[in-house]
């Protein structure tokens, strides 16, 4: 399921569920080549993993959105860029040509409890 994050209350929501599910944010600028390549990554990614809530945030629309993402999570701003949150912390990101459908489920599967 994907959310496209427009203020900083979607980003709170989403970050909030990642204390309980690992979550996704997808940085995209409608601008960029690469960055479209990496999109339909992302989407590809996205209906195979439909259980996995994932952030969308259109960088150059909501330029102050991505920057406060950086802040909150340490993470310097990129675009595109992936980045999985899990407890409210970056736990895997990438940027650019790292950025696939397989990169992307191998960052989100949670190791086996046992």
């Known amino acids: 399921m ?3 994050l427009r203020q900083h209350e979607d980003l709170e929501h989403l970050l909030e569920r990642s ?7 997808f940085k995209h600028s ?3 080549s690469v960055s479209s390549a990496a999109y339909e ?3 590809q990614f996205e209906s195979e993993a439909t259980e996995v809530p994932c952030g969308l945030v259109l960088v150059i629309e909501n330029r102050r959105l991505s920057n406060v993402i950086e802040a909150e999570l340490g993470v310097r701003h990129e675009s595109p860029q992936a980045i999985v949150v899990e ?9 650019h040509w790292s950025i696939s459908a397989d990169v992307l489920n191998q960052a989100i599967k949670k190791p086996a409890k046992g």
């Open 87 to 95: 407890n409210r912390r970056q736990t895997w990101y990438a940027s």
């Open 41 to 43: 990554e992302f989407l």
């Open 30 to 32: 409608t601008q960029c």
């Open 19 to 25: 204390r309980t599910d690992p979550i996704l944010i």
């Open 2 to 4: 994907v959310i496209e």
